[in-house]
């Protein structure tokens, strides 16, 4: 597609348009991990752009890890898409003495998964987070931020809170990880998981998002916002959860009613 086929709306520099269609073939899977990407001179045909603006492009791309580059060799697809995470796969409590779920169903997708607890503490939560637990604007909650990462690459920010008649005195309140995850402990604590609310965004990352991700530029973050219900349509938990939008994907099933 050359460049005259762009719209003239399309703000963007020339070489963050190109680099947003070779992304979207990417991610789409016309280009496949280790294919080979069109040639400069193909590509310079195609858009309509110099050298230095191909180059430009794709230097986006590398720091975006989408795409491999090396000296005297084809520019490549990254051996691997973007991952797909199942949330329904891991909602449940683990097993007695299993890790949390997520850890087990993100290490089949390849590499070592792991979480690192960043904080712990009683916060006054944004309006969503309030509304979403329903409690008053103001009220204080018990906050636990931990970033999960695979092979020590940052796959998600997570925030969750939770009321403090349930936090208090129990071991949300310790900055130490919880074996099988906090869903175990709920239900252990007596507030089974019964229902989980998503609600999904793409948003421009925060200046913490950016940090904490590494991300190499204001590239979207799919932002979930859940919530989960136990008995009587409780909410016990709300987290909000940030993952680069170029890397990762969510994946829900759902049958006929």
């Given at each position: 597609?050359?460049?005259?086929?762009?719209?003239?709306?399309?703000?963007?520099?020339?070489?963050?348009?190109?680099?947003?269609?070779?992304?979207?073939?990417?991610?789409?899977?016309?280009?496949?991990?280790?294919?080979?990407?069109?040639?400069?001179?193909?590509?310079?045909?195609?858009?309509?752009?110099?050298?230095?603006?191909?180059?430009?492009?794709?230097?986006?791309?590398?720091?975006?890890?989408?795409?491999?580059?090396?000296?005297?060799?084809?520019?490549?697809?990254?051996?691997?898409?973007?991952?797909?995470?199942?949330?329904?796969?891991?909602?449940?409590?683990?097993a007695t003495g299993a890790?949390?779920r997520w850890l087990t169903?993100?290490?089949?997708?390849?590499?070592?998964?792991?979480?690192?607890?960043?904080?712990?503490?009683?916060?006054?939560?944004?309006?969503?987070?309030?509304?979403?637990?329903?409690?008053?604007?103001?009220?204080?909650?018990?906050?636990?931020?931990?970033?999960?990462?695979?092979?020590?690459?940052?796959?998600?920010?997570?925030?969750?809170?939770?009321?403090?008649?349930?936090?208090?005195?129990?071991?949300?309140?310790?900055?130490?990880?919880?074996?099988?995850?906090?869903?175990?402990?709920?239900?252990?604590?007596?507030?089974?998981?019964?229902?989980?609310?998503?609600?999904?965004?793409?948003?421009?990352?925060?200046?913490?998002?950016?940090?904490?991700?590494?991300?190499?530029?204001?590239?979207?973050?799919?932002?979930?916002?859940?919530?989960?219900?136990?008995?009587?349509?409780?909410?016990?938990?709300?987290?909000?959860?940030?993952?680069?939008?170029?890397?990762?994907?969510?994946?829900?099933?759902?049958?006929?009613?």
């Open positions: 597609m050359g460049n005259s086929e762009v719209g003239t709306s399309d703000r963007r520099s020339l070489h963050e348009r190109i680099a947003a269609d070779l992304r979207d073939e990417i991610m789409s899977g016309d280009l496949g991990p280790g294919d080979n990407l069109p040639s400069t001179t193909q590509l310079r045909e195609r858009f309509d752009a110099s050298n230095a603006t191909i180059q430009k492009a794709l230097h986006l791309l590398k720091e975006e890890r989408l795409i491999v580059g090396r000296p005297g060799s084809a520019v490549t697809v990254r051996p691997r898409r973007q991952r797909t995470m199942r949330p329904a796969a891991y909602m449940a409590p683990s890790p949390y169903e993100a290490s089949k997708l390849g590499g070592e998964a792991r979480s690192k607890l960043l904080e712990v503490a009683e916060v006054t939560p944004g309006a969503d987070v309030a509304a979403a637990l329903n409690i008053a604007k103001g009220d204080t909650v018990l906050l636990r931020r931990q970033i999960l990462l695979i092979d020590d690459e940052p796959v998600e920010l997570v925030k969750c809170y939770y009321p403090l008649e349930i936090a208090r005195g129990m071991a949300l309140m310790e900055r130490r990880r919880i074996k099988g995850g906090t869903p175990t402990l709920l239900a252990e604590l007596g507030f089974p998981p019964r229902l989980s609310v998503d609600k999904v965004s793409a948003r421009v990352p925060t200046q913490e998002e950016f940090s904490a991700l590494r991300l190499p530029s204001s590239l979207p973050v799919l932002r979930t916002l859940r919530t989960l219900y136990s008995d009587d349509e409780r909410p016990v938990e709300v987290a909000v959860m940030a993952k680069a939008g170029h890397l990762y994907e969510l994946q829900y099933e759902f049958t006929a009613q």
